[in-house]
C-alpha cells in the first residue's frame, strides 16, 4: 500500500483525462478502493512489498 500511495501521489491529471467522477478540488485521493488480504500478497507470512 505504501508503494501504491507513493506512486498516487506524484500523478498529475492532465485536463482530458477520462474519469468516472469529476475531480474533487483542491485534491484529488487516488484510492485503491479494495484494500483487504483476500487480494494481498503474502511471503513468510508477512505481505509482501
Do not use: Q
Amino acid at each position: 500500500m505504501e508503494d501504491f500511495h507513493d506512486a498516487s501521489a506524484g500523478f498529475d491529471r492532465k485536463r482530458d483525462d477520462v474519469w468516472p467522477l469529476p475531480a474533487r478540488e483542491p485534491a484529488e485521493v487516488i484510492c485503491h478502493g479494495d484494500a483487504a488480504t483476500y487480494n494481498t500478497v503474502f511471503r513468510t507470512n508477512s505481505p509482501s512489498r
